[in-house]
C-alpha cells in the first residue's frame, strides 16, 4: 500500500512538473523580446522527428505522415513542436484503435499541416475557445490522461509568430487540426515590405 502511494505522488510530480514546464515555454514565446530563429527548409525534414517521437512517447499508436516538401521558411524546432502538439492532442483525443494522419501540402499561398484523428466531434462554441490558455476537453471523451490546456495556445502562438493561422474543420467523426503559414516567397516579400 505505501509503494501505491509512492507511485501516486511520483505520477502527480510528473504532472506538476510538466505543467511547469509547459507554462515556462508559453511563457517564453510570449516574451516581447522573443524572435524566431527563422530559416530555409524542405517541410518535409519535419517527417522524420516527428514520427521518431510519436513511436517513443506512444508506442503501438499508428501515425501516418505525408509532407509535400515544399520548401517553408520558418523556425524548424517551433514548426516541429507545433506539429507535434497537434499529434499529442489527436493521440489522446482518437477513437481506440484509429490512426492519426499528418500530412502537408499547398494550398494557394500556404503551405499547410494538418493532423487528423477520428473522434467525437467539435461544436462551433468549442472550437471558439479550444486555442484558449487552460482550456481542457471533457474528460469522459479523452483516452487516458489529458493534458494542461496549454498545448493548444503553444500551437496558435508559434503560428502568430510566423505570420499564420490556426483552424479546426470537426465533422462525420474526423477532427483535422491545421497550421497555415504563408509559402517561401511570400513570407521573404512579407518580411522586407516597408512600413
Not at 501516418?64 to 524548424?76: F, K, L, R, S, V
Request: one cysteine or more; charged letters at 30%; aromatic letters at 10%.
Amino acid at each position: 500500500r505505501v509503494q501505491r502511494y509512492c507511485d501516486i505522488m511520483l505520477e502527480e510530480c510528473d504532472v506538476i512538473n510538466n505543467l511547469v514546464q509547459e507554462m515556462l515555454y508559453m511563457s517564453k514565446l510570449e516574451d516581447e523580446t522573443f524572435e524566431c530563429k527563422k530559416e530555409l527548409f524542405k517541410a518535409d525534414n519535419l517527417k522524420g522527428r516527428i514520427l521518431s517521437k510519436a513511436e517513443n512517447e506512444f508506442p503501438g499508436e499508428n501515425v501516418i505522415i505525408d509532407m509535400y516538401p515544399a520548401e517553408i521558411y520558418a523556425d524548424i524546432s517551433l514548426m516541429e513542436r507545433a506539429v507535434y502538439n497537434y499529434v499529442t492532442n489527436a493521440i489522446k483525443h482518437k477513437t481506440e484503435g484509429t490512426s492519426v494522419e499528418i500530412k502537408g501540402y499547398i494550398q494557394e499561398d500556404k503551405y499547410i499541416f494538418a493532423v487528423t484523428n477520428e473522434g467525437a466531434e467539435i461544436s462551433p462554441e468549442e472550437k471558439d475557445v479550444l486555442w484558449d490558455v487552460f482550456y481542457k476537453r471533457d474528460q469522459s471523451r479523452t483516452r487516458g490522461e489529458g493534458g494542461h490546456g496549454i498545448g493548444l495556445a503553444i500551437v496558435k502562438r508559434i503560428a502568430d509568430l510566423h505570420g499564420g493561422e490556426v483552424d479546426l474543420l470537426s465533422e462525420n467523426g474526423r477532427n483535422t487540426f491545421f497550421i497555415k503559414i504563408l509559402l517561401f516567397i511570400l513570407a521573404i516579400f512579407f518580411v522586407y515590405l516597408p512600413e
